[in-house]
């Protein structure tokens, strides 16, 4: 019996489209104005047969937009052999290669698989496979030292991975290119435990009639196991190295200790260590003094495969960030008596920048009268963040459900995650609604490229604003206006936008 008040919501299709649905998907999504019309009179009754998955749809605006056909797709890039070899010696996943060769390719009985091995850039590095798939894999490009990208071959299972930095799969007419219809592919990103860098991508590939669902869980756990084999090479590396500063910081006078490439501590003496060091990004120059967060200003000295750090003019002692604060912060977010003690005096007249120009490295820095500190952001806060800089009134916990998964009465999720938020802004972050502090200068650098803007998120309101970015009908806060509207993509639903960058929130979510 129906509850009063109770919303029902409409069952979500529980099987996968068909190949041939797909088709249909696909030639819809790419025909002209009066075809699609045309379509849509003999449509069924369920549009969501003739509707790709988000991630999918949001590919093909964007090859749309950047002119790619769907027939021919772009000039083929290959390595030469001796680029080849240079970029499996440097890519960290040359060791990976024989346990991944035994996990995935030693299934007797089962339908033939590809293995590919991409770096970060998606240059296919090594390809594996029965013989007959290598050579159908060949008529289209997809051989060792092609370069996989969506700019070259279309949307297709290493570059969607590569983008959005996790798991995908690619079935069918979901690639863009109709050659690649025939095919399937499963694909999972490979981080660098040590600095989380993204270093490639582990693909599996074969004919579209023999798919198997338990691919995708098949190559995300091999993805994981290539990450553990990492873990246990950089913990040996680390242990080495431990070995060979013992001696040298018995001879040191005052505190110092020793970290590996990636900032991760071997040793220490006379101070406690922490975890890691945020190093700068670009690296050290060679300057022999440098300011750490954590320790003040300190003397750099390279090492063998790391550096010797001594502290010479220890900054003030800040309270440190309480447990379950935010993990993966270059700076301590300077606190007292609380999470939000100094933050609430440092909102006056503070400059909050938000980095979203790396796909896969969200960041996050404040610069106050307080101090100034920068954290690494997750997927989810990068999402919050930007919808609260894109409206500035402020946002209700059922607004910004809504806007992150298209269901209002998700606010459980919201209000835990901007809880979480608040424990290290602190004074910068109001609520009831839910908006940054008035006083504050909120910025946000974005990519080049408006479709590379949080490419993992499939929020409807994070879609729509990257469709306004492409369409120039929307700014992001802090850049400077665009000289004129460029139309949108085809196809693109571009809801109508104000000046000021404000993004259009659906009606479904009042205001509280």
Avoid at 54 to 67: F, K, T, V, Y
Avoid at 495 to 508: E, N, Q, Y
Wanted: overall charge positive; aromatic content about 4%; some cysteine.
């Amino acid at each position: 019996m129906r509850q009063p008040g109770r919303q029902t919501r409409r069952p979500e299709r529980r099987t996968p489209q068909t190949a041939a649905e797909l088709a249909k998907v696909h030639e819809r999504a790419l025909a002209e104005a009066a075809a699609r019309s045309a379509a849509r009179e003999t449509a069924p009754d369920d549009p969501s047969l003739f509707q790709p998955r988000p991630e999918i749809g949001d590919s093909w605006a964007r090859l749309r937009r950047l002119g790619l056909s769907p027939d021919a797709g772009a000039a083929a890039v290959h390595l030469g052999p001796a680029e080849l070899e240079h970029r499996r010696r440097t890519s960290g996943l040359d060791p990976l290669l024989p346990v991944l060769r035994d996990t995935l390719l030693e299934e007797v009985g089962q339908p033939p698989l590809l293995l590919a091995i991409a770096d970060a850039e998606g240059h296919v590095l090594w390809q594996e496979g029965e013989r007959g798939l290598r050579r159908s894999a060949d008529r289209i490009g997809f051989l060792t030292g092609a370069r996989w990208i969506e700019e070259r071959v279309g949307t297709n299972g290493i570059a969607a991975a590569l983008r959005t930095q996790r798991p995908m799969h690619v079935h069918s007419a979901e690639h863009y290119l109709r050659s690649h219809h025939s095919w399937t592919c499963v694909a999972a990103p490979v981080h660098d435990p040590g600095t989380g860098r993204l270093i490639g991508a582990i693909n599996l590939s074969g004919p579209a009639h023999s798919v198997r669902p338990y691919l995708l869980q098949l190559t995300t756990t091999a993805a994981r196991l290539a990450e553990t084999e990492l873990r246990a090479r950089r913990l040996e590396s680390l242990h080495h190295l431990r070995t060979l500063a013992a001696p040298m910081l018995a001879r040191v006078k005052g505190p110092a200790l020793v970290v590996d490439a990636a900032g991760w501590t071997a040793a220490a003496a006379g101070l406690p260590p922490p975890a890691r060091l945020r190093l700068p990004a670009e690296g050290w120059d060679s300057t022999a003094v440098h300011w750490l967060p954590s320790l003040g200003e300190c003397a750099i000295e390279p090492l063998a495969d790391g550096w010797l750090v001594r502290p010479v003019r220890p900054q003030e002692a800040l309270p440190a960030v309480p447990a379950g604060g935010p993990a993966g912060s270059e700076g301590r977010g300077p606190e007292t008596g609380g999470p939000g003690g100094l933050l609430a005096e440092q909102a006056s007249g503070a400059r909050l920048r938000l980095d979203l120009r790396r796909a896969g490295s969200p960041g996050l820095s404040v610069h106050g009268a307080a101090g100034s500190w920068s954290h690494t952001l997750s997927p989810r806060h990068a999402e919050l963040l930007l919808l609260l800089a894109t409206e500035r009134d402020g946002l209700s916990a059922a607004q910004l459900a809504d806007a992150l998964f298209g269901d209002p009465a998700r606010t459980v999720t919201v209000r835990a995650e901007l809880s979480r938020l608040r424990r290290y802004l602190g004074g910068l972050l109001a609520h009831r609604p839910y908006r940054f502090a008035e006083s504050v200068l909120v910025t946000v650098a974005g990519p080049e490229d408006p479709y590379d803007l949080l490419p993992s998120s499939s929020a409807p309101a994070v879609r729509r604003l990257r469709a306004g970015l492409a369409g120039g009908t929307v700014r992001l806060p802090g850049t400077p206006p665009l000289p004129g509207p460029r139309p949108p993509a085809d196809g693109a639903v571009v809801p109508p936008r104000p000046r000021t960058g404000r993004m259009a929130l659906p009606p479904s979510a009042p205001a509280q």
